[in-house]
């Protein structure tokens, strides 16, 4: 379960990479949301490919792999569809247009993370028990709650 959540938040940090990221130096008369949306399907395409290395997906794993890069594939176009009607409304949106804009990317995120874990459990389930420790280590994120002062809450509630 633990490795799940990790797994969780680690999706939702990569979507809300993808959500921040900036458009490219592209071809001008592409629109910027587009540009961006390029970057961003680029960046997910490397995080998918260096994610199957690191975890060294055999070939009997690669069907319950594939099932997983198609849910992050997805997943980043949900969370585009959002970020570019954010987009699109800057500059007429009010505050109120704005935040609930923020909160349909919010809620993109976390359809994506719940959808990760579903595709990512069986997948985690089948692999060894190397694969499993480093599973765990990717998506643990052990530094970032220390970055975050986690485990310093963790400490004083005791």
């Known amino acids: ?13 990569a979507c809300s990479t993808y959500a921040q990221a900036q458009a490219p130096a592209m071809d001008s008369a592409m ?18 490919t260096d994610l199957h290395a690191k ?6 794993e690669e069907t319950l792999w594939s099932g997983v890069a198609k849910t992050m594939r997805d997943s980043t176009a949900d969370v585009d569809k959002v970020v570019d009607k ?13 935040l609930n804009a923020y909160a349909d990317i919010a809620q993109a995120h976390v359809d994506s993370v719940k959808k ?4 990512f459990g069986p997948l985690y389930a089948a692999m060894s028990d190397e694969q499993k420790k480093t599973a ?15 485990s310093a809450m963790k400490k004083a509630a005791s």
């Open 1 to 13: 379960m633990k490795t799940l959540i990790a797994a969780l938040l680690s999706t939702c940090i």
């Open 31 to 48: 629109p910027a949301t587009a540009k961006a949306d390029a970057k961003r399907e680029m960046n997910n395409e490397k995080h998918i």
């Open 55 to 60: 975890l060294k997906i055999t070939a009997d």
């Open 86 to 98: 954010r987009i699109a409304g800057r500059g007429t949106a009010t505050a109120i247009d704005d």
């Open 116 to 119: 990760f874990a579903m595709v």
């Open 136 to 150: 765990d280590a990717i998506f643990t994120h052990r530094d970032q709650d220390k970055k975050h002062g986690h």
